[in-house]
């Protein structure tokens, strides 16, 4: 339209979902998609059934189990913990009480939540997209606007399918360039964080963007706008492209035919307009960035692998070095250690963050002919059962196995150190997972966030590793 | 929810900065389907030992502090993940204002639905407020909404402002999703406009995927 101020990716969803807005400026924000799994919404359901409130639209609602379940056999036969099995019954009774539609969880769609999201084509551009957690930023890669919310806004959600919403200032990530052979779109994440530090999205939504970003496949996308809250924004976006065309097409349950042309055709229109304001420009070279690895216990406490541990004394006052020193007795380092000289006892491969099949080939690509450390547990856990699936039917299970890789069922695992799948305390994880606070992966347990190549090396090395001294073996599968 | 109008409390010293939600309440607590009950297992990690005895080194373990209504810490309080079970496991153990340079999004708005009252102040105001604190049961801090005033135990009044919606609703203790529903008219008319404008949304990807 002439004579209209350009606007954001952010600023033309967010305008097309405002129901109302109040005399304060807070929006009534309407929701496209409202995502659920069995951790965050008991309580939810609770207070609709006290209040004797419905679910306004079941059907633009979906629940997911995914946080609290074992990933091995043991799944089959019944979960073990008394309160897990009361979570996972709860969300199950819940849905049938409240019409809300369940991915059952031994469906073989069933997986963490933020993977099956864009798999099942339910995520799709354009969308608003809400889930009681925090990393629901993944499904911004779509290009659409997805965050986190609390279990109050869940029940919120719930009975009225809308949020009452703030706007967000805009934040554009640029990221320019080609990647360095051996860097992925996790070393691009970690860098930003490391960039901006962990508060330094408070209050933005991101909108990465840069032909770095463009050049990713959705599964990159996804990697990167998954972190988005580790950056201290409640939402990441890319702005849709061929690249999500192309994905959406093929999912069971996005439109199809002449109703998906029509989408597209109004999904083209969503990308920023030239000259479209941002309160904050944040630009990194793409070829700059070397593979990442997290030192400490924040995800800004990130470093390229060839560097060695801070040393506190050289902290700029006597509260970060306080805070230094602490993580760094929490982590079991001393200053000026390499970081390649790091043992580690577990490797995980997985999570919401880096457990899709294009992770796990470059996992595996790496294991290939290669066989892990003595003394390490090496564990690869995919985000979901298609993902599982269609990574054993490339026989790359079998490579990870024959490698010494633990091959194992869906679900968020050692991400979060809730379910059987924990460190104990001491234990240092190379992990692909996104949080690397203390005690995130169990009590004890020292976390060093990295991509899925750089897993799988460390899990060859037995300790932190530089990917670019492990390059793939040629082989068959 | 229990509405929030003036607390005269002991608060609690926490001089660190990116408390976290893992911090806050760990996630193998998060088990339980109901909101009380958390409050045991607030800032498990520090208040217990690995063979579950206190550890007497943690401020909340230690008198008065244990009956700590006020808390008082450094920057990006609340960072992490969006589990409401980190206000409930502050209100359930009696903590029912937190005060910080900032806070990260989500546990901002979870901890206003929850009559938790966050309030920001700049660093140098929450250092001396953490040194009040510090004195311990003969200095006790008043957080008063009505007036969005802090006072210190030597009467000194410190402003903060809070968004007017929210502390209206914090006020009167009243539940969002009730204000919400009085805009069902509104609701109903955007939806009917957007299945017309965009009916792939209320198509296949609105129905129940098969065999759920
Ligand atoms: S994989 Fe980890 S971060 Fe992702 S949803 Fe599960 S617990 Fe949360």
Not at chain 1, 440 to 458: D, K
Request: contains cysteine; charged residues 25%.
């Amino acid at each position: 339209m002439s004579g209209q101020k350009p606007r954001t990716l952010f600023d033309k969803i967010w305008d097309a979902h405002v129901v109302e807005t109040l005399p304060d400026g807070t929006a009534l924000l309407y929701i496209d998609l409202h995502l659920t799994h069995e951790v965050t919404t008991p309580q939810a359901f609770d207070g609709l059934r006290q209040a004797g409130r419905k679910v306004r639209r079941p059907e633009a609602t979906l629940g997911v189990i995914d946080h609290n379940i074992a990933t091995d056999a043991s799944r089959y036969t019944g979960i073990v913990d008394p309160e897990s099995r009361l979570q996972v019954e709860t969300l199950e009774k819940n849905a049938a009480e409240f019409g809300m539609p369940l991915i059952p969880l031994l469906d073989q769609r069933q997986g963490i939540v933020h993977v099956i999201g864009p798999e099942l084509g339910r995520s799709l551009p354009g969308m608003t997209i809400v889930c009681g957690d925090s990393h629901t930023s993944t499904h911004g890669a779509m290009g659409a606007l997805a965050f986190g919310i609390g279990t109050s806004e869940v029940e919120h959600v719930l009975a009225t399918q809308t949020l009452l919403q703030k706007p967000a200032k805009n934040m554009q990530v640029l990221v320019e360039g080609n990647l360095a052979v051996g860097c992925t779109a996790k070393d691009i994440v970690l860098a930003i964080i490391g960039r901006i530090g962990t508060a330094g999205g408070t209050g933005h939504v991101i909108e990465y963007a840069g032909d770095a970003i463009r050049a990713l496949d959705m599964a990159g996308r996804m990697t990167v706008c998954n972190m988005s809250i580790e950056g201290g924004a409640r939402a990441g976006m890319v702005a849709p492209d061929d690249t999500t065309y192309d994905y959406v097409r093929t999912r069971p349950f996005a439109p199809k035919g002449e109703a998906l042309e029509r989408a597209i055709e109004y999904w083209r229109s969503l990308p920023s307009d030239p000259g479209a304001h941002f309160d904050t420009v944040v630009r990194l070279d793409a070829h700059a960035i070397a593979p990442q690895v997290t030192w400490g216990t924040s995800p800004e406490d990130v470093l390229p692998i060839t560097g060695v541990v801070p040393d506190p004394e050289a902290a700029a006052d006597e509260a970060r070095r306080e805070q230094m020193r602490r993580k760094m007795q929490y982590m079991g380092l001393a200053p000026g250690q390499r970081l390649q000289d790091l043992k580690v006892d577990v490797v995980f491969v997985g999570s919401c963050t880096n457990s899709r099949i294009e992770d796990i080939r470059a996992a595996a690509a790496i294991a290939r002919g290669r066989k892990v450390a003595d003394g390490v547990r090496a564990m690869v856990v995919p985000g979901s059962g298609l993902v599982k699936a269609q990574a054993e039917e490339e026989g790359l299970d079998r490579i990870l196995r024959e490698a010494g890789f633990e091959w194992r069922e869906a679900g968020c695992s050692m991400c979060l150190g809730m379910n059987p799948d924990k460190l104990t305390p001491g234990q240092r994880c190379a992990s692909t997972s996104n949080r690397n606070f203390e005690g995130r992966q169990g009590p004890g347990g020292r976390t060093h966030l990295l991509s899925p190549a750089m897993a799988a090396a460390a899990a060859i090395a037995g300790r932190l590793a530089d990917v670019r001294d492990y390059q793939p073996k040629k082989g068959d599968v | 929810m229990q509405a929030f109008t003036t607390l005269t409390g002991i608060a609690a010293p926490l001089p660190k900065a990116n408390v976290d939600t893992d911090q806050i309440i760990p996630a193998r607590f998060l088990k339980s389907i109901s909101r009380s009950g958390f409050g045991k297992n607030l800032f498990a990690n520090f208040r217990y030992r690995e063979d579950g005895s206190e550890n007497p080194d943690f401020v909340l373990n230690q008198e008065p502090y244990r009956k700590a209504e006020i808390l008082i810490a450094f920057e990006n309080f609340g960072c992490g993940s969006s589990r409401e079970h980190a206000p409930w496991a502050l209100l359930d153990f009696g903590i029912r204002c937190v005060i910080a340079p900032d806070f990260a999004d989500i546990f901002h708005n979870n901890s206003f639905k929850n009559g938790v009252l966050p309030v920001k102040l700049p660093r140098e105001v929450c250092e001396q407020l953490m040194e009040d604190a510090r004195m311990g049961g003969n200095a006790r801090l008043t957080v008063d909404l009505e007036r969005e005033v802090v006072v210190r135990p030597n009467g000194e009044e410190i402003p903060f402002k809070i968004d007017p919606l929210r502390r209206h609703l914090l006020l009167n203790g009243l539940d969002d999703i009730g204000q919400t529903m009085q805009h069902a008219p509104a609701i109903d008319a955007f939806e009917a406009k957007r299945a017309a404008a965009q009916p792939w949304l209320a198509g296949a990807a609105g129905t129940t995927p098969a065999g759920a």
